[in-house]
């Protein structure tokens, strides 16, 4: 059960990930985006990680995507045109090559060392949401802080970079 | 596997049930409600051979009209988000019952069911996870429509519903550190502690101002007065769902009333002690099962004898008012109450004071679920009064209250918890 709900999530969000740079209109991205990040809180959600998954809809599909299609949606994403040339022999070929190498240095590396494959038994209480807090709140506590740091930052330039140029506070 | 995807199947139904059915009722309740605060006398008209049952047929007219209606849609819509939006509200709606407790457990035998469909551990964050996908339905039906006043009323609506959400968050997260845990089924179990043997442990009395918060919040998310921005009549026509029409509208409409019952139950589940009955713990029900049981009965019977001698007064006082099928109503009402009542009173003649332990344990476990229902109808309730009642903010009002006011007194309310508790455990 958990292995077909895996490689279906794993699918869906697959197929997500091509509608997002295949097609014209921006709105239709951000819903093919927010169809392959449902898919990857499914593939969490295969693989014993509720916290996570759900972690990965709220604040992915439920918050980030949903301010993602209000702008796109406010300032009327552009609609590409149809593309009028044929596509070159070798447009497939760079498609096609260096996935397939990525796969393939992925596997091999996986193979040499020896990282414990996909099992269905979990440790006890693994993706929980106690367990979480425990690794967040104390073994990596001091990168959590620095990252809601980053972010912190990030807020204040965004706000230094959306003001009116005259009205800045230090001019 | 089978039996357990058969007792999920079951729950499902049984919600499902309950959440169609409320549909029905609180829709004649809006009207009627609305009715009755405005002193009007509300839906009376549609019948099924004269029985009118106070306008309770009328949401079974709505249905056929609805379903037979012609379904205009925009030319210029995006045609498959146009069709997806509305389906998308109500799976939302449907999908976060299934963590919502309506009871604790039900012993038939030697097995016992936990009475919520999945218990997980995660709980109260899959309701906020799934509840904030409810958004794209809104956001997205009013662009695909591609109208001027659904394109506003999207917008309004996606941008309430984020602002709020963070409100709704920091108002439960209070709620966890009290009660120490995101699974649904151990804040309820919580709530049927006493403090100081006497005042029951419910939500709204550990956490008053986060049960204010999460309270408009929840208001906001499930876009009723006083946050109806997204479908304000007076400025954008019907908001984000103008341009629908037949069946597609109905699933707005029905998803927004399933969103108030899943509200209610939330509100219920959470702050006002879910099952529990207040200062009635499960033993002394389960002990005193019989004599309630028979206590009900007999109250039940004569109750409704009474109101079937009301009716049969009614009846002969109404007599040649209509002159047509209408008159039959009164009497066929009181019939039914006092068959009813006969049959309430004479079940005595089954000895329900023996109910054994048995039958006890099953007695008080649908005593809960009638506790649960009680309280979500009260809730239901209080959404359409408040509608009725209240006037409705203005846009710049909307966002002040939920950044200035709501979201500040939200990281307040966290940390003042948070202390306290560190106070006590210390």
Not at chain 2, 44 to 51: C, E, L, Q, V
Request: hydrophobic fraction near 55%.
């Amino acid at each position: 059960m958990e292995t077909f709900l895996f490689y279906f999530c794993g699918a869906v969000m697959l197929l997500g990930a091509v509608g997002t740079v295949a097609s014209r209109s921006a709105v239709s991205a951000a819903c093919w985006l927010i169809l392959s990040l449902l898919g990857l809180a499914g593939v969490f959600a295969a693989v014993a990680a509720p916290f996570l998954a759900v972690m990965q809809v709220l604040v992915y599909a439920g918050a980030v995507m949903v301010l993602f299609l209000f702008v796109i949606m406010m300032l009327e994403g552009p609609v590409l045109e149809g593309e009028t040339r044929r596509p070159r022999f070798w447009v497939p070929v760079a498609a096609v090559v260096p996935a397939a190498v990525i796969l393939i240095a992925a596997v091999v590396w996986v193979r040499r060392a020896a990282l414990p494959g996909f099992s269905s038994a979990a440790p006890e209480g693994f993706g929980q949401p106690m367990r979480m807090a425990e690794l967040l709140m104390g073994k990596y506590l001091f990168a959590f802080e620095l990252i809601s740091i980053v972010l912190l930052v990030a807020l204040i330039g965004a706000l230094a970079l959306g003001r009116n140029e005259r009205k800045l506070p230090w001019k | 596997m089978l039996p357990v995807i058969l007792e999920a199947l079951l729950k499902i139904i049984f919600f499902f049930i309950l959440i169609m059915g409320f549909v029905v009722v609180l829709i004649w309740g809006e009207r009627k409600g609305s009715a009755f605060i405005q002193d009007r006398t509300g839906p009376n008209r549609a019948s099924i051979g004269g029985i009118r049952l106070a306008g309770l047929v009328h949401p079974v007219a709505d249905v056929f009209k609805l379903l037979f209606k012609e379904d205009v849609a925009p030319s210029q819509r995006h045609p498959f988000l146009y069709a997806f939006a509305p389906w998308l509200g109500m799976v939302v709606a449907m999908t976060t019952y299934t963590v919502i407790p309506f009871g604790d457990f039900l012993q038939i035998g030697d097995k016992v069911y936990p009475m919520v469909v999945a218990d997980l551990e995660i709980g109260m964050l899959f309701v906020l996870a799934i509840s904030s996908l409810a958004t794209y339905g809104i956001a997205l039906g009013g662009w695909a429509s591609n109208s001027k006043y659904t394109f506003l009323g999207s917008m309004r609506a996606t941008a309430q519903m984020v602002s709020y959400e963070i409100t709704m968050g920091l108002a439960l997260m209070g709620l966890f550190l009290v009660f120490g845990s995101l699974r649904l089924t151990d804040i309820v179990g919580g709530q049927g502690e006493l403090i100081w043997g006497w005042l029951p442990k419910w939500g709204v009395v550990v956490q008053p101002l986060g049960f204010l918060l999460f309270m408009g919040a929840i208001y906001a998310e499930t876009n009723r007065t006083p946050f109806d921005m997204s479908e304000r009549d007076s400025e954008i026509v019907a908001g984000y769902h103008t341009e629908y029409s037949s069946m597609k509208f109905a699933l707005f409409f029905m998803a927004e009333y399933a969103h108030m019952v899943v509200a209610a139950a939330l509100i219920a589940t959470l702050y006002f002690g879910g099952y529990q009955i207040p200062w009635l713990p499960r033993p002394v029900l389960e002990g005193h099962a019989g004599p309630i049981l028979t206590g009900l009965l007999v109250a039940g019977g004569l109750c409704s004898i009474w109101i079937g001698t009301l009716y049969f007064r009614r009846a002969r006082r109404e007599k040649g008012w209509y002159n047509d099928a209408r008159e039959r109503e009164p009497g066929v009402l009181g019939t039914a109450a006092v068959v009813g009542g006969l049959v309430m009173l004479g079940s005595l003649l089954l000895q329900p004071w023996n109910i054994g332990a048995g039958g006890g344990s099953i007695f008080v476990s649908l005593i809960q679920t009638g506790a649960f229902i009680g309280k979500l109808v009260f809730f239901a309730w209080l959404f359409i009064w408040v509608r009725w009642t209240v006037p409705s903010f203005r846009y710049d009002q909307v966002m002040h209250l939920g950044w200035k006011i709501m979201l500040p007194a939200g990281l307040v309310n966290l940390v003042v918890t948070a202390l306290w508790l560190a106070a006590v455990h210390r």
